[in-house]
C-alpha cells in the first residue's frame, strides 16, 4: 500500500498550491478520502474529506469557501486546491484513506506527508 502526495512547497501569502495524492496496493474507488494538516507543535487536524464516490465533501472551517477536495477514481488519486492561502496553514498536509464495511472490516492508510510553507 502507498499514498504518495506531493505538490507542496513555498507559497505567499494569497497564492494556490494543489496538492495530489497518487494511491496504489489498494481499490481506491472503495475508500473514502481525506487531508489532514499537522503544524508545529500543534495536533494533528481534518482539512477536508471526500466519499468514495466523490459525491459528499466536507471542510474545516478554517478552510471552507479557500480549499476544494475532488478525486479521480479512475487516476487513483486525490487532490487539494488550496486557494488563497494565509500563514496559518503552514503545516505538513498528509493523505488518508478509510475503508469500512457492513461486516465491520476497517482499515486505514496515511501517506507521508508533504511540507506547506505560506511566507512572505
Known amino acids: 500500500v502507498q499514498l504518495v502526495e506531493s505538490g507542496g512547497g513555498l507559497v505567499q501569502p494569497g497564492g494556490s498550491l494543489r496538492l495530489s495524492c497518487a494511491v496504489s496496493g489498494f481499490t481506491f474507488s472503495n475508500y473514502h478520502m481525506s487531508w489532514h494538516r499537522q503544524a508545529p507543535g500543534k495536533e494533528r487536524e481534518l482539512v477536508a474529506t471526500?466519499?468514495?464516490?466523490?459525491?459528499?465533501?466536507t471542510y474545516a472551517d478554517s478552510v471552507k469557501g479557500r480549499f476544494t477536495i475532488s478525486r479521480h477514481n479512475a487516476k487513483n488519486t486525490v487532490y487539494l486546491q488550496m486557494n488563497s492561502l494565509k500563514p496559518e496553514d503552514t503545516a505538513v498536509y498528509y493523505c488518508?484513506?478509510?475503508?469500512?464495511?457492513?461486516?465491520?472490516?476497517?482499515?486505514?492508510?496515511w501517506g507521508q506527508g508533504t511540507q506547506v510553507t505560506v511566507s512572505s
Open positions: 488518508n484513506a478509510i475503508y469500512s464495511d457492513e461486516t465491520g472490516d476497517y482499515r486505514r492508510y
Open positions: 471526500i466519499t468514495a464516490a466523490g459525491g459528499r465533501t
